[in-house]
């Protein structure tokens, strides 16, 4: 019998446990995160779990039929507002679960503990030309599939529709893989890289 083929749908709740997986799973620089982590959660409540809960509509999955998701692309339509709604809604009750002095230092837990209490905003610069930003993980089973530039190209519609100017993102320099992607699709580099992280911009066209 012929391998049925993932294919893309819209996130729904019910997603989060296979999402965490893949976010963990993919979570350093693009390779499996779990063994560096006391708290694997950790990934997810920064880089998924608000986006999840903020712009449920512009997170869309990869999956085989009714099985668990396997990849995922998030949005942020505009990410100043994204930062004011994470700061009133999703970082209160984390920075009580997790106090900075949760974790030992020079642990990757407390690289991400420290985050929720001290989140990194856009530059201004960059948000006037590129307000909207962008998460994408796959599992590898359905890496290089195509996958990924459908799910970036499902999202980069979704926000054109909704009036935004362009996308950003942030990448770990280690990944190579992924920043040949992003320019194989059409991202460039903005700016400087900085702290092993660079940023990657690509304008939308106005609809
Ligand atoms: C990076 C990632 C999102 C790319 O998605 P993907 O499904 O593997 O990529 P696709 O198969 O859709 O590739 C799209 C195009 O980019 C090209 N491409 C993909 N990876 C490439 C690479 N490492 N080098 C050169 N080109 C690459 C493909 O050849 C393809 O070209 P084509 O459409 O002209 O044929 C995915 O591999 C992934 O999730 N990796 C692990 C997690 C990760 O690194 N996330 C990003 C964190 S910033």
Redesign the pocket.
């Known amino acids: 019998m012929a391998a049925v083929a993932p294919t893309i749908r819209p996130y729904r709740p019910g997603d989060e446990a296979a999402l965490m997986r893949v976010c963990v799973e993919?979570?350093a620089?693009?390779?499996d995160a779990t063994g560096l982590l006391t708290e694997p959660d950790l990934l997810s409540h920064v880089f998924l779990l608000p986006y999840l809960a903020l712009e449920p509509k512009l997170a869309s999955v990869v999956a085989v039929d009714d099985g668990p998701p396997v990849?995922y692309v998030l949005g942020a339509l505009d990410s100043r507002a994204f930062e004011a709604a994470t700061e009133a809604q999703v970082w209160p009750a984390l920075r009580d679960r997790y106090p900075l002095d949760a974790f030992g230092a020079d642990t990757l837990d407390a690289l991400l503990v420290h985050l929720l209490h001290h989140p990194i905003e856009a530059p201004d610069e960059l948000v006037a030309e590129y307000p909207s930003h962008l998460?994408?993980?796959?599992?590898?089973p359905?890496?290089?599939?195509?996958?990924?530039?459908?799910?970036?190209e499902r999202l980069l519609a979704q926000l054109a529709e909704r009036g935004s100017t362009g996308v950003h993102?942030?990448?770990?320099e280690k990944?190579?893989?992924?920043?040949?992607?992003?320019?194989?699709?059409g991202f460039d580099q903005w700016g400087p890289s900085g702290q092993g992280e660079l940023t990657m911009v690509r304008r939308l066209p106005v609809t």
């Open positions: 993919t979570g620089a693009g390779k990849g998460h994408i993980d796959l599992l590898p359905v890496q290089r599939g195509g996958h990924g530039r459908r799910l970036i993102l942030g990448t770990s990944n190579t893989n992924a920043i040949a992607f992003y320019r194989h699709i």
